[in-house]
């Protein structure tokens, strides 16, 4: 069965600075999709960054960074030069890329950016 | 991507009462998918809805207590009935379009 493991249920980090937030996944499935979404206090999913699993480069999206290992089945995203409106909940999940194209959610991290 | 409209955005409802929540897409979509997050959880998918079929749903989640209207490609409606307290969370609708999904911006209830 498919399983995303997030360890981290609270990181902080001071403003400026990089921070990393680890994701580890489960799948016998050799294609597969891995996303990183932000939720704000709001309630509001936002998608951030996408990586295929037969991707060869890691996915950037502006500050945003995947370190994708799939050997050690991780996913961790990367944001750099933190900003206080990255405090927020950040979900890893992986999406099936046949049959309903459903995800499934890791228990998410909580993240506050310190001034 | 598309944009979703999702409507309450919150609800405090009585226990044994019912709530229908929509989402409006603007545009068509095949898939969408309504996920409920209890405090403090991550997201559970409760069902798939496809127009013009029966939703499917998940492991745990029954048709009879949230049963899914998909009249057409833009629109569709999860309905908590006979609500309870444990049915306080927020709903999210979501729909597939390129990589990542869009979602709804959420409905919070709370059953009291």
């Known amino acids: 069965a498919q399983k995303i493991t997030q360890t981290q249920p609270g990181m902080f980090v001071q403003e400026k600075e990089a921070v990393t937030l680890d994701c580890t996944y489960d799948?016998?499935?050799?294609?597969?999709?891995l996303f990183w979404y932000k939720q704000p206090s709001s309630g509001e999913m936002i998608f951030l960054i996408y990586?295929?699993?037969?991707?060869?480069q890691n996915a950037t999206e502006g500050r945003y960074s995947l370190n994708f290992q799939k050997a050690r089945k991780s996913a961790n995203l990367v944001i750099s030069a933190s900003q206080l409106g990255d405090s927020a909940m950040y979900f890893c999940?992986?999406?099936?890329?046949?049959?309903?194209?459903?995800?499934?959610f890791g228990t998410g991290t909580r993240l506050k950016v310190l001034a | 991507s598309a944009v979703i409209s999702q409507k309450p955005s919150r609800d405090i409802c009585q226990r044994g009462t019912s709530l229908t929540i929509q989402c409006q897409v603007d545009s068509q979509v095949t898939m969408m998918f309504w996920y409920r997050q209890q405090p403090g959880q991550s997201l559970t998918l409760i069902a798939t809805a496809n127009q013009g079929s029966e939703a499917t749903y998940e492991s745990g989640f029954v048709i009879d207590k949230f049963p899914i209207s998909r009249p057409n490609l833009t629109f569709s409606t999860l309905t908590v009935s006979n609500m309870s307290p444990e049915d306080s969370s927020i709903y999210l609708c979501?729909?597939?379009?390129?990589?990542?999904?869009?979602f709804g911006s959420g409905t919070r209830l709370t059953v009291v």
């Open positions: 999940a992986m999406r099936e890329t046949s049959g309903t194209y459903k995800y499934i």
């Open positions: 979501s729909v597939g379009q390129g990589l990542g999904y869009t």
């Open positions: 799948t016998s499935d050799p294609s597969y999709g």
């Open positions: 990586q295929g699993s037969y991707d060869q």
